[in-house]
């Protein structure tokens, strides 16, 4: 995974839809899991028929869940754009 427990993350709260495109990194609550924050990346935007725009996000990790599992999600599910990153410290020996 690109980001590791104990990682600190600054992000754009909220995102502009401006700055969303693919490849950015983004924090997401969705919809049926109100409270529950997701990191993941965006694969691919989508404008709808109905004039709703749609996200395509991918993990980062193999293992994760995202929008192979999940489908694709609306872009007000977006709460976040992340813009760095700072590793957490090593415990020297």
Same mark, same amino acid.
């Given at each position: 995974? /690109? *980001?590791?427990?104990?990682?600190?993350l #600054?992000? !754009? =709260?909220?995102? %502009?839809?401006? /700055? #969303?495109r693919?490849?950015?990194?983004? !924090?997401? +609550? @969705? /919809?049926?899991?109100?409270? &529950? #924050? *997701? !990191?993941?990346?965006?694969? +691919?935007?989508? +404008? $709808?028929?109905?004039?709703?725009? +749609? &996200? *395509?996000? #991918?993990?980062?990790?193999? @293992?994760?869940?995202?929008? @192979?599992?999940?489908g =694709?999600?609306?872009? %007000?599910? !977006?709460?976040? $754009?992340?813009?760095? @990153?700072? $590793?957490?410290?090593?415990? %020297?020996?």
């Amino acid at each position: 995974p /690109t *980001y590791s427990q104990g990682d600190w993350l #600054l992000g !754009v =709260w909220p995102a %502009s839809l401006k /700055t #969303l495109r693919p490849g950015a990194v983004v !924090v997401v +609550e @969705r /919809t049926d899991q109100p409270g &529950i #924050l *997701y !990191v993941k990346r965006i694969s +691919e935007i989508a +404008e $709808r028929a109905n004039g709703s725009i +749609e &996200i *395509y996000l #991918l993990s980062d990790n193999p @293992r994760g869940n995202d929008s @192979r599992q999940w489908g =694709w999600l609306p872009i %007000s599910d !977006v709460r976040a $754009r992340i813009l760095i @990153r700072t $590793r957490r410290a090593r415990k %020297s020996s």
